[in-house]
């Protein structure tokens, strides 16, 4: 599986941003997929990620806030922010893995694409 991922921008605070991530490759409906994000100087950080069954899951801080969803039709993969804060300023990854015991930790994902950088101005 070949991911890219886009819809990264700059924005103000308590502003929305989409990201869209596109996939190849066969059986896209059957994998696991998540975005996370990593700000200079941090860990890769879980954001979200939706299951084969279109069960979500998501970080702590970005509850309530983001919504991940996905159309096997299209291959691809959504991240819409609303009420974006600077904190949220990052590179984000979408990933991919058909399974997986720990669906927030990124050593368990399997493919990534390359990112896209979100800056959220205050």
């Known amino acids: 599986v070949q991911l890219q991922a886009s819809g990264g921008g700059l924005v103000q605070a308590g502003g929305s941003l989409r990201l869209s991530c596109a996939a190849s490759?066969?059986?896209?409906?059957?994998?696991?997929m998540g975005w996370f994000r990593q700000a200079p100087g941090k860990e890769r950080e879980f954001v979200a990620a939706?299951?084969?069954?279109?069960?979500?899951y998501y970080g702590d801080s970005v509850m309530g806030r983001f919504t991940i969803s996905r159309d096997n039709a299209k291959n691809a993969v959504y991240l819409q922010m609303n009420s974006l804060k600077p904190e949220d300023t990052a590179v984000y990854y979408c990933?991919?893995?058909?399974?997986?015991?720990?669906?927030?930790?990124?050593?368990?994902?399997?493919?990534w694409g390359q990112g896209t950088l979100v800056t959220v101005s205050s």
């Open positions: 939706i299951n084969r069954g279109d069960r979500t």
């Open positions: 990933a991919a893995v058909l399974l997986t015991p720990s669906i927030r930790s990124p050593r368990d994902y399997d493919y």
């Open positions: 490759g066969r059986s896209f409906s059957t994998y696991i």
